[in-house]
């Protein structure tokens, strides 16, 4: 698991970049978005 | 394509079981509403429901969110199976995707779903998010933000929905004779903060077994088993034989047929008391830690809830807590006697004002659900006027159906006495100067309209303004803590302002505009409520005295 929460926290990382110039976000970044919130709920132990 | 003209409406629900089945009660309805409504929901939770949530909904897709990372996948394998998913919900025409979750997972689910109408929360970008709507701007502003709701979280969903009001006083009548009770007793919930320690469960269930008259059934998961042993260790031997251990011997569904058939469910908040309102059996449930009453009291005509008065409840999931004071708050000797006035039928309003009983009342209340015209409401049980934030919360719940639904509910003048009227009187000046403050914020933002409409606008006029109407937010945050009671007003129009998504400064002021408009009539409608009914009071002392 560790392999994909790296990669992702990667793209989160690209994602801010992205924010931070005002580029606006895709489809392929709300696809990595999603499943970074599912894995850091799943982390914290919440399916709320 | 769908020749049937119905309307397509797609609900997300990715919470738990309690959650589904709060969202399959939002959509119950007498009559037949001419649409066609698809949920989304996680497998785990939803499959163990399939058998009542297929009766309800056309189309369910059931989301594997586990499966989406089985085998240590690489993010390319997980977005290929993400892909799948979204895939074959897109396939589907969704006329209006309902978000009724408020998680982040669900809202950026919204984000990758199409449809030409979005409610509730949608994530835009990794922070900001949008809240289309009035009743989801509510949820956000209000339940997530602390106990400040008076609407049941079934009725805020279909109000999200747009469906009317369509709950009724009826309950089906229960098969078992008059000299047997049948009471299924279900002592876990999803939390430890939420229930009750083995040895309180073990005394309220020794006491509800001297009452020959009742028949109780305990019931949980598999997963409950210790948990019921050690409840199953402290009963006396005649209440351990007398009673019918279920627990881990029956799927939901079997659950469900064990609910139908009995005349009380006696539980915390969880999967287990929703089920039972589904199958119309009354319900007393113990609230504890995290759980508002208010919101998730089982949706249906008298359902009883006993709530703690403890200053700290209801806490937040994530406030630290170790030695759980609210669970002492209620005496199982209460619970015991609630339960036998709630199956025969008896006045609990009698029991409450028996000086016998004072001690049992000291640290807890008991709130029961009613059926109104418009709405579920939950009351306390008391034959004492009500408190002057309960009288507040009343003006509130109408005031919120007429701003958000232009609906008009009966409201009645509360029971005051003069002690309520200087109370009432203090809070009118709260309401007094958020007036002013929204006065002032109409003027600013339409100041600033009328500059953004010219053709070479003042930029000095609109800095001016603008930096005014920062000063008011300032002042409005002040305010809130001087009258906590425009929490829920100020909480709602502090979000309402966050989330003005005007593509430019003549739609930014004119949204502001609207917002401090709104604000205006809230209070104006509230101080309204709060003049008429202390204006009513002094009348009828005047009449009094005039006899």
Known sequence: MSSIINELTEQIKLIHEKENKNIPLNKEDYKNLFLYSLLKESENGSKQ | MDQSNKTHITLIQLGRIGDLLQTLQSISSPIDLNINFTLICRKSFGKPLSHL???????IHYIDTDALFTGNPSLSL????????????????HDALINLTFSKP????????????????????????????????YVYSNIMTGPHSTFNLVDIMRKMIGLPFSLKQEREKKSSSSDSKKIV?????????????????AKLI???SQNPQFQLILVGADSEKELAAQILNLLTPECKKSMENLVGHTTIEQLGHTLKDADLFIGHDSMTSHLAAIYQTQTLTISLGTVRATETIPYGHHHYTLVPHISCFPCFPSDPCSNFECHDQIPEELASN?????????????????KSTHDLWNTCSLYRSEVTDLSLRTRRVTSLPMTSQEIINDFYHHCWLFIFSDQEGQ?????????????????LEGFEYLFDISGFGKQFSNTIVNEAKQKKPNNKVITEQSEKLKEL???????????????????FTTLELRLNNGQDLYELAQNSLLSYHQLNLSISIIHDFISKSIQNFENQNKAHLAK
């Open chain 2, 473 to 491: 937010e300032g002042l409005t945050q002040s305010i809130k803590k001087q009258y906590p009671i425009l929490t829920p007003l100020i909480n």
């Open chain 2, 338 to 354: 609630i339960a036998d006035l709630i199956v025969n039928n008896k006045n609990i309003e009698e029991f409450e004002s028996d």
């Open chain 2, 106 to 137: 669900a809202a950026f689910l919204m984000s990758l779903l199409d449809s030409e109408v979005k409610i509730g929360q949608v994530f835009q970008g990794s922070q900001n998010f949008e809240i289309n709507d009035s009743w989801g701007q």
């Open chain 2, 206 to 208: 020794n006491l509800l």
């Open chain 2, 185 to 201: 007793i279900n002592p876990f919930a999803s939390h430890s903060k939420k229930f009750w320690k083995a040895s309180k469960w």
């Open chain 2, 411 to 427: 409201l009645d003048f509360p029971h005051l006495n003069s002690s309520l009227c200087i109370e009432l009187e203090k809070h």
């Open chain 2, 53 to 59: 949530l297929e009766k309800h909904f056309k189309h």
């Open chain 2, 78 to 93: 997980s977005t290929d199976r993400l892909n799948n998913i979204i895939n074959e919900i897109n396939q589907q025409s």
